[in-house]
Structure formats: C-alpha cells, structure tokens
Nanobody
Framework: QVQLVESGGGLVQPGGSLRLSCAVSGMIFRLYGMGWYRQAPGKQREVVANITTGGSTKYADSVKGRFTISRDNAKSMLYLQMNSLKPEDTAVYYC?????WGRGTQVTVSS
C-alpha cells in the first residue's frame, strides 16, 4: 500500500521559515519524480516545486529563490525548505509521487 505522509506544517510569522517533510512507503521512491503542491482556500491546487529522479529541480515563479525541494532516496523522504515566507504562501501543502498524493499539511503565514 502506497503512503505519502506530510509533516512540518504550522503557523509562522511573515519572513519565517518552515521545513516540510514527506515520508513515502510502498513504492520504489528513487524511481519516481516527486513534487510539492499547494491549495489555498478558494483556489485551485498548484504546483510549487518538482524534483526528478536525477535531482533536477523546477520551481513556480512565486517561490523561486525562497523554497528548496530536495530528496533523500536512502530514506524515501522528500523535503521542502521554505524561507522568507509570505502570507500568500498560506495553503495546504501536498506531496505527490507518480499518481499518489499525501493528505497534506497546513501552512499558515500570519502575524
């Protein structure tokens, strides 16, 4: 059974940082491109960042220079380091691998 479990969300002040993690099981992690997505209230889910099996990364324009996606194939873990957070980054963040999704973790940026 494939499982993707996100963690690390929470409430942070503008300008702060958070590190999201996604623990993956039930699939051969190193064989899959992975991604982080987010969905804000009343908006469509959007891609935040992707990382290929070889480690190449791609970011949404809105997070370039602030967010960093990474993976640890030995641990079957996906990460998203988020710095200089803004209120508009508030959303539920989801991990995706292949056609599989996690349940999400809430990130709220507010003073």
């Amino acid at each position: 059974q494939v499982q993707l479990v996100e963690s690390g969300g929470g409430l942070v002040q503008p300008g702060g940082s958070l590190r999201l993690s996604c623990a993956v099981s039930g699939m051969i992690f190193r064989l899959y491109g992975m991604g982080w997505y987010r969905q804000a209230p009343g908006k469509q889910r959007e891609v935040v960042a992707n990382i290929t099996t070889g480690g190449s990364t791609k970011y949404a324009d809105s997070v370039k220079g602030r967010f960093t996606i990474s993976r640890d194939n030995a641990k079957s873990m996906l990460y998203l380091q988020m710095n200089s957070l803004k209120p508009e980054d508030t959303a539920v963040y989801y991990c995706r691998g292949g056609s599989q999704w996690g349940r999400g973790t809430q990130v709220t940026v507010s003073s």
